[in-house]
Protein backbone atom coordinates (compact mmCIF):
# COMPACT_ATOMS: atom_id res chain seq x y z
CA UNK A 1 0.00 0.00 0.00
CA UNK A 2 2.45 2.33 0.54
CA UNK A 3 4.51 1.63 -2.63
CA UNK A 4 1.42 2.23 -4.53
CA UNK A 5 0.66 6.09 -2.89
CA UNK A 6 4.17 7.03 -3.52
CA UNK A 7 4.48 5.69 -7.17
CA UNK A 8 1.19 7.84 -7.66
CA UNK A 9 2.56 10.73 -5.40
CA UNK A 10 6.04 10.49 -7.73
CA UNK A 11 4.04 10.51 -10.66
CA UNK A 12 1.39 13.25 -9.71
CA UNK A 13 4.48 15.72 -8.73
CA UNK A 14 6.18 14.27 -11.92
CA UNK A 15 3.34 15.46 -14.17
CA UNK A 16 2.72 18.29 -12.74
CA UNK A 17 6.45 19.51 -13.12
CA UNK A 18 6.23 18.55 -16.98
CA UNK A 19 3.06 20.18 -17.71
CA UNK A 20 4.48 23.57 -15.70
CA UNK A 21 7.51 23.40 -17.84
CA UNK A 22 5.98 23.09 -20.98
CA UNK A 23 3.16 25.80 -20.24
CA UNK A 24 6.00 27.97 -19.58
CA UNK A 25 7.80 27.41 -22.73
CA UNK A 26 4.23 28.00 -24.25
CA UNK A 27 4.40 31.73 -22.52
CA UNK A 28 7.78 32.73 -22.78
CA UNK A 29 7.02 31.98 -26.49
CA UNK A 30 3.81 33.41 -27.08
CA UNK A 31 4.84 36.86 -26.78
CA UNK A 32 6.99 37.15 -29.58
CA UNK A 33 4.47 34.39 -31.72
CA UNK A 34 1.15 35.70 -31.39
CA UNK A 35 2.38 39.01 -33.83
CA UNK A 36 4.23 36.74 -35.90
CA UNK A 37 1.89 34.09 -36.70
CA UNK A 38 -1.43 36.28 -36.29
CA UNK A 39 -0.63 39.00 -38.78
CA UNK A 40 -4.00 40.08 -39.87
CA UNK A 41 -4.39 44.00 -39.03
CA UNK A 42 -0.33 44.09 -37.82
CA UNK A 43 2.00 46.47 -39.88
CA UNK A 44 4.56 44.67 -41.61
CA UNK A 45 6.92 45.96 -43.42
CA UNK A 46 10.79 45.70 -43.84
CA UNK A 47 13.81 47.01 -41.84
CA UNK A 48 17.21 48.31 -42.65
CA UNK A 49 19.30 47.40 -39.70
CA UNK A 50 21.55 50.55 -39.29
CA UNK A 51 23.11 50.22 -35.71
CA UNK A 52 23.58 47.69 -33.22
CA UNK A 53 24.08 47.94 -29.36
CA UNK A 54 23.36 46.81 -25.97
CA UNK A 55 20.98 43.96 -26.92
CA UNK A 56 18.77 45.63 -29.46
CA UNK A 57 19.33 46.34 -33.33
CA UNK A 58 17.50 49.78 -34.75
CA UNK A 59 17.01 51.23 -38.41
CA UNK A 60 14.39 52.81 -40.54
CA UNK A 61 10.93 51.38 -40.75
CA UNK A 62 9.62 50.49 -44.34
CA UNK A 63 6.04 49.41 -44.67
CA UNK A 64 4.56 46.73 -46.85
CA UNK A 65 1.04 46.55 -45.44
CA UNK A 66 -1.75 48.82 -46.33
CA UNK A 67 -2.61 51.58 -43.20
CA UNK A 68 1.30 51.07 -42.06
CA UNK A 69 2.96 54.62 -41.37
CA UNK A 70 6.73 54.50 -42.32
CA UNK A 71 9.30 55.35 -39.27
CA UNK A 72 12.86 56.42 -39.06
CA UNK A 73 13.60 54.28 -36.16
CA UNK A 74 12.35 50.86 -35.11
CA UNK A 75 14.09 48.53 -32.42
CA UNK A 76 14.43 44.74 -33.62
CA UNK A 77 16.31 42.38 -31.40
CA UNK A 78 19.46 41.67 -31.30
CA UNK A 79 20.41 38.00 -32.03
CA UNK A 80 23.44 36.00 -34.15
CA UNK A 81 21.06 36.41 -37.16
CA UNK A 82 20.92 40.14 -37.41
CA UNK A 83 23.86 41.94 -38.64
CA UNK A 84 24.23 45.93 -39.77
CA UNK A 85 23.46 46.99 -43.13
CA UNK A 86 21.41 43.89 -43.65
CA UNK A 87 17.08 44.23 -44.19
CA UNK A 88 14.53 41.90 -42.80
CA UNK A 89 11.15 41.35 -42.94
CA UNK A 90 9.41 42.07 -39.39
CA UNK A 91 5.73 42.71 -37.75
CA UNK A 92 5.78 45.89 -35.58
CA UNK A 93 4.03 44.77 -32.18
CA UNK A 94 0.91 46.99 -31.50
CA UNK A 95 1.53 50.65 -30.06
CA UNK A 96 5.22 51.26 -30.14
CA UNK A 97 8.34 50.91 -32.01
CA UNK A 98 9.33 47.54 -31.57
CA UNK A 99 9.34 44.63 -33.89
CA UNK A 100 9.84 41.11 -35.08
CA UNK A 101 11.25 39.15 -37.36
CA UNK A 102 7.99 37.83 -39.85
CA UNK A 103 8.42 34.63 -41.91
CA UNK A 104 8.97 31.07 -41.15
CA UNK A 105 12.72 32.05 -39.84
CA UNK A 106 11.21 34.56 -37.60
CA UNK A 107 7.84 31.92 -36.47
CA UNK A 108 10.54 29.30 -35.85
CA UNK A 109 12.57 32.20 -33.41
CA UNK A 110 9.47 32.93 -31.83
CA UNK A 111 9.12 29.21 -30.29
CA UNK A 112 12.11 28.63 -29.24
CA UNK A 113 11.88 29.07 -25.41
CA UNK A 114 9.49 26.32 -26.27
CA UNK A 115 11.99 23.95 -27.90
CA UNK A 116 14.04 24.42 -24.75
CA UNK A 117 10.87 23.47 -22.38
CA UNK A 118 10.89 20.37 -24.76
CA UNK A 119 14.40 19.59 -24.11
CA UNK A 120 13.86 20.03 -20.00
CA UNK A 121 10.67 18.36 -20.18
CA UNK A 122 11.98 15.44 -21.54
CA UNK A 123 14.78 14.98 -18.71
CA UNK A 124 11.44 15.20 -16.10
CA UNK A 125 9.62 12.17 -18.27
CA UNK A 126 12.75 10.26 -18.59
CA UNK A 127 13.84 10.53 -14.90
CA UNK A 128 10.81 11.64 -12.65
CA UNK A 129 8.19 9.51 -14.62
CA UNK A 130 10.68 6.64 -16.08
CA UNK A 131 8.72 6.99 -19.45
CA UNK A 132 11.45 6.80 -21.89
CA UNK A 133 9.64 6.38 -25.33
CA UNK A 134 7.32 10.09 -24.85
CA UNK A 135 10.59 11.46 -23.51
CA UNK A 136 12.97 10.90 -26.72
CA UNK A 137 9.59 12.19 -28.55
CA UNK A 138 9.71 15.48 -26.88
CA UNK A 139 13.91 15.67 -27.00
CA UNK A 140 13.40 14.96 -30.59
CA UNK A 141 10.09 17.76 -31.07
CA UNK A 142 12.73 20.04 -29.20
CA UNK A 143 15.54 19.14 -31.04
CA UNK A 144 14.06 19.53 -34.34
CA UNK A 145 12.61 23.07 -33.26
CA UNK A 146 15.76 24.46 -32.05
CA UNK A 147 17.56 22.61 -35.21
CA UNK A 148 14.77 24.10 -37.51
CA UNK A 149 15.00 27.87 -36.05
CA UNK A 150 19.14 27.85 -36.30
CA UNK A 151 18.77 26.58 -39.59
CA UNK A 152 15.99 29.44 -41.05
CA UNK A 153 17.55 32.29 -39.08
Do not use: N
Amino acid sequence: MPSAVLSFGRVAAMGTVTVLILIAGVWASWGSAQHVMLTKGRERGAVEVTQCRQGTCSGPYTPVSAGSQPRDRVVLEDSVAVTEGETYAVVLKPGGTQAVRSGPGGVLYAWVPLGGALLLASVVVAGGLRRTRPAWVLAGSGVALLTAAFVLV
